[in-house]
Nanobody
Framework: QVQLVESGGGSVQAGGSLRLSCAAS???????LAWFRQTPGKEREGVAS????????YYVDSVKGRFTISQDSAKTTLYLQMNSLKPEDTAMYYC????????????????????WGQGTQVTVSS
């Protein structure tokens, strides 16, 4: 049974940094792991993904150069380092897992992911 538990959210001023963590209990070694975010009334948006086998990453354009997705060597924790935060980054952040590789045309599609965490809130004030 795959379980995902996020932590590390909080409140920060614009320009600040936060690091989100997702403790992942995975069965197997091939997963597309991703971070999504959602604000009230909007669809869940893919932020970044990483494939556990080759560490290839994808990012949504709005976070490129500011956010970095990574995993620890034991492949038990997924991270999202968020720098130069903006008020528009305010959202509930979720980690997700799918038991196959990430692909450029669907890494950011929620329907591709089988497993989700409960979310952690990030609030960026101006």
């Amino acid at each position: 049974q795959v379980q995902l538990v996020e932590s590390g959210g909080g409140s920060v001023q614009a320009g600040g940094s936060l690091r989100l963590s997702c403790a992942a209990s995975l069965t197997g070694s091939r997963y597309c792991l991703a971070w999504f975010r959602q604000t009230p009334g909007k669809e869940r948006e893919g932020v970044a993904s990483i494939y556990t086998r080759d560490l290839k990453t994808y990012y949504v354009d709005s976070v490129k150069g500011r956010f970095t997705i990574s995993q620890d060597s034991a492949k038990t924790t997924l991270y999202l380092q968020m720098n130069s935060l903006k008020p528009e980054d305010t959202a509930m952040y979720y980690c997700a897992a799918a038991p196959f590789a990430c692909y450029s045309d669907f890494w950011d599609k929620t329907e591709q992911y089988n497993y989700w965490g409960q979310g952690t809130q990030v609030t960026v004030s101006s």
